[in-house]
């Protein structure tokens, strides 16, 4: 699993995530207490997410649970979006 | 296989254990496993609040007799990973790690696991096996997982993790004898953990997310455990939450619940509230009819009796607000609420949670305080302690009404139109003063939103009668003694230095002058006539000087010290309030001149809006902020407020012609 990869142009921000799309964390910028937060309730590099609704703030499922976050807290967020069916690099499923 | 200082001395202590000193079990999870429900369910009614050494964070402590085992069991602040920064989370991660106080150590660990979530819930349960402390794991809500289709093998966990592992729901009752016996059985034997690997960082050479790693094998050990026949897990919840997490509709329901508790608060507590007034207004009248007049009499009458009866009179609205609260709380709404509200709240710096103690303060500041213990952030938190006494309660109603009634007694429209005014002025108040702080002492953007929306269930009235039960001791306790003191305090300021009191024999009219007479030469009285200099800009004169120091009780008090001071009585003021009103219209300065006028009325009104007329919310801060400082900066600043506001108030009327 790296998380140093040069593709940019694949990566989005988790706000800007379409819904229902799932997609795996690549990147989270500008470290603080509320990424740590954030990581201790599932949103860390790695992890498949999927933004269940948009706004601010935002709905994200991660594992069984959703979570309400900031939108300016899933700013920093950047995750690269599954697509068609996909089977996740980190060897997860993903249910379309 | 680390074993750490805490361990160390959880096994030495583990062998001279005498049988009156008894085992301490905490209870750890995730916020939302049902961690409270699983306390009451084990402790009952034997649980108690306390809070933890040197902090204002609480925690629950129980004992419960299983097996013939007296254990004791402390229910910790939720928390999500050993290393979070907030503080609740840090003294629930010191508790777990065998500090539970200077003077009393955690011996095992229950750690309570949502079966819903078991990936998530077992990021938490790693961390805690690595620190080699005897632990056992709950697993709960477990009819929920099977209803939503998840199979999970407790043997397989069990190996895994390698310390027991119950099923059960807490809910409903389900695995607890189990439970319970294996708690017996840990007490018994205090067993640590075999056989668990911590799990490591995949590369070594990176700097290594350690969530990373650790997710990575909660992922794992679930998949090895769980079997998904068909998922349906959060599919009815997430139906619901279209409508309530909506931005417009969801603030409408928001709206629509809160005003639906504010209501039965503000009606239904009415009745207890009457009830108890009653009783201690008779408890009183048969103290005073049957013990020889005189000052004992005066302060047990005055003092004492009154005291008690301002503490009690405040438990129907602590109570009712609580056990609504718990139970919304309880279904899950609330995380919906403090969302919705949330982007709302932030224009003014303040988290979408800060809605419902301020919404509530509209019934009474004391449960609202109390209230702001769902606010994380500390900061959030003292702001919104801070401006909630601002909001129109029900004390000053009686207020607002006598002074109304002087203002406009022939035009009802007016008279709403100037009581609407007077809310609407409170929650502006409320809002700038928020803004302020947030831009003065209290600086920085509220704390980002990050916040789990748990599966909706059925609320429990035995969690919520519980909750109110203990809110309304915790109240009793803590605020109880300052509330008493402050009202025998300030009887003992209204009935200081003596005057002659009439013969036993006197009639009616010659008792009221006596009281006024009594309360002129009193200290309160001297007060007044002492603060008149500084409340002349605000158009009072030293009996209303007075009315705002005696009424530092509860608002409504300066009603009552009105009617004392102008003669009518206070016993008539109570039967017809009509009577009082128009004994003060008539009410005339030496010069001829009435003592009321609009602008004085005015500036009255906005004073009582603003000011910080009511000592047992200053009670209520000093419990929930651990510190005198913040009860001293709430008076001074409301005070200055009030004071601000009701000098432009009457300055500029009067410039209009209106005194």
């Known amino acids: 699993m790296t998380n140093t990869l040069p593709i940019s142009e694949t990566l989005v921000r988790l706000h800007e995530l379409q819904p229902k799309v799932c997609a795996v964390v690549r990147r989270i910028e500008a470290e603080d207490d509320s990424m740590d937060r954030l990581k201790s309730l599932g949103i860390c590099v790695g992890r498949q997410v999927e933004l269940v609704k948009r706004g601010d703030p935002l709905i994200v499922r991660v594992f069984g649970s959703r979570l309400g976050i900031s939108a300016r807290l899933a700013d920093r967020v950047l995750v690269e979006p599954c697509r068609g069916g996909c089977e996740c690099p980190d060897g997860t499923k993903v249910p379309l | 296989m680390i074993a750490g200082p805490p361990s160390t001395s959880l096994r030495e202590r583990d062998g001279r254990r005498s049988k009156s000193e008894r085992f301490t079990l905490v209870l750890a999870g995730n916020p939302n496993a049902g961690k409270t429900t699983l306390f009451n369910a084990l402790t009952g009614l034997r649980a108690k609040t306390a809070n933890f050494p040197g902090t204002t964070i609480e925690c629950k402590i129980g004992r419960a007799n299983l097996d013939g085992q007296q254990i004791m069991v402390v229910d910790l602040p939720g928390l999500y990973s050993l290393d979070s920064s907030s503080p609740e989370e840090q003294v629930a991660a010191q508790a777990v790690r065998g500090r539970l106080s200077d003077h009393s150590k955690a011996d095992a660990v229950l750690l309570i696991v949502d079966a819903t979530n078991l990936e998530r819930n077992l990021f938490l349960v790693s961390q805690i096996l690595e620190l080699q402390i005897p632990t056992l794991v709950a697993l709960n809500m ?44 840990l007490a018994a034997t205090a067993t640590e ?50 409508v309530l997490t909506h931005p417009v509709v969801g603030v409408a329901v928001f709206f629509a619940v809160m005003f639906g508790v504010f209501f039965l608060i503000f009606q239904v507590a009415k009745i207890p509230m009457n009830l108890i007034d009653g009783f201690f207004a008779y408890t009183a009248a048969f103290a005073a009819r049957h013990l020889p007049e005189g000052l004992w009499s005066s302060l047990l009458v005055n003092g004492v009796i009154r005291g008690v009866g301002g503490i009690l009179v405040f438990l129907p609205q602590i109570g ?128 980002p939103l990050v916040l789990e929306l748990p599966h909706y269930r059925l609320p429990s009235l035995r969690t919520a009668t519980l909750q109110m039960l203990d809110r309304a001791s915790v109240f009793i306790r803590s605020a109880g003694t300052t509330i008493l003191c402050i009202s025998v305090g300030l009887w003992f300021l209204a009935s200081f230095p003596r005057v002659k009191a009439p013969p036993p024999t006197a009639s009616a009219d010659t008792r009221v002058a006596a009281a006024r007479d009594q309360l002129e030469h009193s200290i309160a009285g001297r007060l007044g006539h002492s603060l008149e200099p500084v409340l002349k800009p605000l158009g009072f004169d030293w009996q209303i000087g007075i009315g705002v120091i005696t009424s530092f009780a509860a608002r409504e008090v300066i009603v009552s010290t009105l009617a004392v001071v102008y003669g009518v009585g206070s016993d008539v003021a109570e039967q017809h309030p009509n009577s009082l009103y128009d004994t003060l219209r008539d009410a005339q300065r030496s010069n001829g001149k009435p003592v009321f006028n609009t602008a004085n009325c005015f500036s009255l009104l906005v004073f009582y809006i603003l000011a910080a007329q009511c000592l047992p919310t200053q009670a209520v801060t000093r419990r929930e902020t651990g510190t005198w400082k913040w009860p001293l900066l709430q008076i001074a600043y409301m005070t200055g407020l009030a004071y601000f506001a009701a000098f432009v108030v009457f300055q500029t009327l009067r410039h209009f012609g209106f005194a």
């Open chain 2, 320 to 447: 009712i607000l609580f056990f609504f609260l718990s139970l919304i709380e309880d279904t899950g709404y609330f995380a919906r609420a403090a969302f919705v509200m949330d982007r709302l709240m932030r224009r003014i710096g303040l988290p979408g949670k800060a809605f419902v103690p301020l919404l509530s303060a509209h019934a009474c500041a004391l449960p609202a305080i109390m209230s702001t213990r769902v606010i994380e952030d500390r900061r959030d938190r003292l702001v919104t302690i801070l401006v909630a006494p601002l909001m129109t309660c029900s004390a000053r109603i009686p207020v607002y009404t006598m002074l109304i009634a002087l203002l406009f007694a022939r035009s009802p429209i007016k008279a709403s139109l100037t009581f609407t005014g007077a809310y609407a002025v409170g929650v502006m108040a409320a809002l700038v003063m928020a803004w302020v702080f947030r831009h003065t002492i209290l600086p920085g953007e509220s704390k």
């Open chain 2, 142 to 185: 477990i009819d929920m997982a099977e209803e939503h289709g998840l199979q999970i093998d407790p043997a397989k966990l069990q190996l895994e993790l390698g310390c027991p592992v119950v099923p059960i729901s807490a809910r409903y009752g389900i695995g607890l004898d189990k439970l319970q016996h294996e708690i017996a059985r």
């Open chain 2, 193 to 242: 953990p075999v056989g668990f690997v911590p799990p490591k960082p995949a590369c070594t050479g990176c700097s290594g997310c350690p969530f990373q790693a650790r997710y990575a094998w909660t992922e794992d050990v679930s998949s090895r455990c769980v079997a998904h026949a068909y998922e349906t897990r959060g599919r009815r919840t997430e139906n619901i939450d279209q």
